[in-house]
């Protein structure tokens, strides 16, 4: 793992940080997961690519050595997580072919 940077209380700020991060990844993870055991197949497959999707994300954002960047983008714990999900041009596609289908089942049964 490469050696953090920033200034020496910037990297201990950090290292207190990061720890949180990671554990906030594991709970995002953990719900999608505990969500695709009660799910059909295709939402299934759909909440599975999410969660490599999130593992990425994960990977990405640990491996960054810049101190600041977690104190700037992580020291508050709010939404950063699905933020990164969301935008990810996968999540995008999986999220506009689920819209696709709902609407066209619901056109079926208007027409039925």
């Known amino acids: 793992m490469p050696q953090m940077t920033g200034t ?3 990297i201990e700020w950090a ?5 949180r ?9 953990k719900a999608l997961a505990d969500v695709a055991r009660h799910q059909r197949d295709q939402a299934r497959a759909d909440t599975t690519a999410v969660i490599e999707i ?7 954002v640990m491996a ?3 101190a600041g960047y977690f104190i700037r983008e992580w020291q508050e714990l709010t939404d ?4 990164l999900i969301g935008k990810d041009p996968r999540y995008q596609a999986i999220r506009t072919n689920r ?3 709902i609407s066209g089942t ?3 049964r208007t027409q039925l």
């Open 80 to 83: 950063q997580v699905r933020q």
């Open 8 to 10: 020496p209380s910037q």
């Open 15 to 19: 290292e207190q940080i990061k720890p």
């Open 54 to 60: 999130l593992k990425e994300k994960r990977a990405e």
């Open 106 to 108: 619901q056109q079926v």
């Open 21 to 29: 991060v990671g554990a906030e990844f594991d709970r995002v993870a």
């Open 64 to 66: 960054n050595d810049f």
């Open 99 to 101: 819209t696709t289908k």
